[in-house]
């Protein structure tokens, strides 16, 4: 059986048609001009989940590539403090081999070296009290400054120790970017009134800082000690403490350099990934938007022809 076809039920499937027709030219002219085939949720549910996806990963990649660079810096500047205090130690040693071989020299060349020797130990200690950012590198999570030096002569640690200063470089791995102070420059042992803490029977301190043992050094060598040379092997001991942590921090300077190589490739992934999902194939868009202005033009032309008759045209 053949329905029945009405001029009204033809014109109202015509006009729809040409509806759906403008409706998919709008949408590959703004394909276009925006550049992304997912403008909303609606376009694609299943791509717009993995955008989502996708850009939080971007997120997370983009504060780990934040923190290897912050890493990377803090790094960079404990080492090149590592460094200067390494070359102090070294001519505090020759100071000291000096110092040990003056006893024919008269008291202004060992007052000399003396001299040299505690401006050695204050140049050490502002190493120590390096910053980055503000924040000591030698005082873990405090804001203080690393070593003070007191009214009696001796420094204290003001750092936390144990309160290491961690940056997050992928999702599984945080390194440290600080330096333990305490450990690499020493802390000196002194009792209620600040004073260092000596060996009843040997009058030498129980426990001091290299700062502090310099300036044993400077006060023994002054006085013209003869047995001045038995300080280098503790010399020696500290500069192999520093050797130690420049080495361990140098570890984690390149375990941080290959989070950050390894974060910019992952960025690259991730922006072609999401490119994938979201941007338009700009060429194919072109070649489908002419292609539905000629549908178009041709739907608008036929739907005209189908509105022309008239109620004059029925009544002939």
Known sequence: MIGRVTQQGLQRASLNQ??????????????????KVITKPSDDPAG???????????????????????????????????????????????????????????????????SELRAT????????NTTYLNRSVF?????????????????TYSGRPGAEVLRQVSDTTKVRVDSPGSEVFGVDVVDADGELVRDAAT??????????????????VEAGDPDVGRFVTEIDTRMNAFLGEVGSVGTRHNQVLQAKDALETREIALTNQLSSVEDADLAKTIVDLELQEVGYQAALGATSRVLQPSLLDFLR
């Open 48 to 114: 717009t989940v993995d955008a989502m996806r996708l850009r939080s990963d971007q997120r997370t990649t983009a504060q780990h590539a934040r923190n290897t660079a912050d890493g990377d810096s803090w790094l960079t500047t404990v080492d090149g403090a590592l460094g200067d205090a390494l070359t102090q130690l070294r001519r505090a040693r020759d100071l000291t081999l000096q110092g040990a071989s003056t006893g024919s020299q008269g008291a202004a060349s060992r007052s000399a070296l003396a």
């Open 139 to 155: 005082a873990g999570t405090s804001t203080e400054a690393a070593f003070t030096l007191t009214d009696t002569g001796t420094v």
């Open 18 to 35: 040409l509806q759906t027709n403008l409706s998919e030219l709008a949408r590959l002219q703004e394909r276009l001009t925006t550049g």
């Open 121 to 128: 130990a204050d140049s050490m200690l502002e190493v120590a």
């Open 203 to 220: 009058g030498e301190p129980v426990g001091m800082s290299v700062f502090t043992l310099l300036r044993e050094v400077a006060a023994k």
